[in-house]
């Protein structure tokens, strides 16, 4: 199965409130990082969190990550519509022979107004 | 500054032709890395590159798939006699130079190949 799993695959909440994702790996890492793709478009880092940091910040969102249950979460808080989109993490894995940016599923997040 | 460039952004081929997709990496980096996405998936790495050297294309398909990025110029990911199941977003990415995997990665807008 694959190294980075999300959780849920879609989330729909009203404008305002809170959106929580999480992603479940496999292996070792160095960092964890998040990305989010709106519809049709490329892919935008939001933050990066290594793999001795348990929480970190960057304006609206909140990153956590546990090591021991090898899982992070993404909080978006107070969530607008322009949140909307789809929204992955991405470990950097040693898989096939090398290290690599493996990517999840990701989460598809809808904002109601 | 111009971010990663990627041309053309949508690329219509015929069963059994070729598709060239360009990227153009930021200015001053050096690693370019390709990835596919599958409607409703993740992204998938194809191919890491740095200026005329494959360093790791473990997840280039045998086949029909090959990349380069040259000296001068941007980055040609080829795909030969293309089939309908390569249709997908393909995704250029860069980093700087002295930063591998882990670093940030910056994302181009992708490549849109339908093949009918």
């Known amino acids: 199965s694959q190294q980075g799993e999300e959780d849920p695959q879609a989330l729909s909440i009203q404008e305002g409130e809170n959106a929580t994702m999480n992603c479940s790996y496999k292996?070792?890492?160095?960092?964890l990082q998040w990305y989010r793709q709106n519809s049709g478009r490329g892919l935008v880092h939001l933050i990066l969190?290594?793999?001795?940091?348990r929480e970190k910040h960057s304006g609206r969102l909140r990153v956590t990550l546990d090591t021991s249950k090898k899982s992070s979460s993404l909080l978006i808080t107070a969530s607008r519509a322009a949140d909307t989109a789809s929204y992955f993490c991405?470990?950097?894995?040693?898989?096939?022979?090398?290290?690599?940016?493996?990517f999840g599923q990701g989460t598809r997040l809808t904002i109601n107004p | 500054n111009a971010g990663v460039m990627q041309n053309p952004r949508h690329l219509v081929r015929r069963r059994g032709q070729e598709a060239r997709l360009r990227c153009s990496p930021m200015?001053?980096?050096?690693?370019v890395y390709w990835y596919r996405q599958l409607p409703e998936e993740g992204l998938k790495f194809m191919v890491y590159?740095?200026?005329?050297?494959?360093?790791?294309e473990s997840g280039m398909p045998k086949e029909r798939f090959s990349a380069e990025f040259p000296k001068e110029g941007p980055s040609i990911l080829r795909i030969q006699q293309v089939v309908r199941g390569d249709s997908a977003a393909y995704f250029c990415?860069?980093?700087?130079?002295?930063?591998?995997?882990?670093?940030?990665?910056?994302f181009g807008p992708g490549t849109r190949l339908t093949v009918t």
């Open positions: 990415a860069s980093s700087p130079p002295g930063q591998g995997y882990s670093s940030k990665q910056y």
């Open positions: 292996t070792s890492i160095n960092n």
């Open positions: 969190i290594r793999s001795n940091e």
């Open positions: 991405a470990t950097d894995a040693f898989l096939q022979g090398a290290q690599k940016l493996v």
């Open positions: 200015k001053g980096h050096s690693h």
């Open positions: 590159l740095q200026k005329e050297n494959i360093i790791d």
